[in-house]
């Protein structure tokens, strides 16, 4: 019986990556890198503002509520709501977030400077204040920390509305609030968070 011999060449084809191939590779993972990076870096940019994002739409549904409410309560005509040059109660332009004086609604003349909530503590600069829990995490004990709301500002502006034959209803007015913040050390536009209704004369 005769056994045959087979003979592998020297030059036999080895298995594996080439240069070119690697080098693909490589640009590939680096490109997924770095869009996981912008990725991580835009969720924290939007963790950092939550809290500020949150106390804005807070402040501005808090604006539009009392302007309902007094409105609603017959507290103030309906003339008096709109801005001052327009013969109305509220101030014109950025304002700073100081608390309702005695005729209970924010964004008029009559606003007084604030004091921290369930201490009595002016808040600095008298614009309002917050207490937030402090190292501990707990709230009410003595290393709470007062956070100022004086990067934001709150506007508060009128505008008619008009009939389908394009007259003025005298009996409804557009409000808009908007409450925006910037960040210390921040370029640019602010933040803002705007909230839009209508008044009516009837109540």
């Given at each position: ?39 991580f ?88 204040c ?11 004990t ?31 007015i ?11 050390g ?18």
């Amino acid at each position: 019986m005769m056994q045959k011999k087979q003979f592998v060449g020297r030059h036999a084809k080895e298995g594996g990556f080439t240069l070119i191939e690697l080098l693909a590779a490589v640009v590939v993972m680096t490109i997924g890198l770095l869009a996981l990076m912008a990725t991580f870096a835009t969720t924290i940019r939007a963790t950092e503002s939550a809290q500020e994002n949150l106390i804005a739409r807070h402040k501005a549904l808090d604006a539009m509520e009392s302007i309902y409410t007094a409105r609603n309560s017959q507290q103030e005509p309906f003339a008096a709501i709109n801005n001052l040059a327009a013969g109305g109660i509220f101030k014109a332009g950025a304002q700073p977030l100081l608390c309702a004086g005695p005729d209970g609604i924010v964004g008029t003349a009559d606003d007084v400077p604030c004091t921290a909530p369930d201490t009595g503590v002016a808040c600095p600069g008298g614009v309002e204040c917050l207490v937030l829990p402090g190292p501990d995490g707990i709230l009410g004990t003595p290393d709470d920390v007062t956070y100022s709301l004086s990067n934001f500002t709150r506007t508060i502006t009128f505008a008619p509305t008009f009939l389908p034959s394009g007259a003025v209803n005298t009996n409804l007015i557009a409000v808009s609030v908007t409450v925006s913040y910037t960040k210390p050390g921040q370029q640019g536009t602010p933040y803002a968070y705007t909230v839009n209704g209508l008044v009516s004369s009837y109540h």
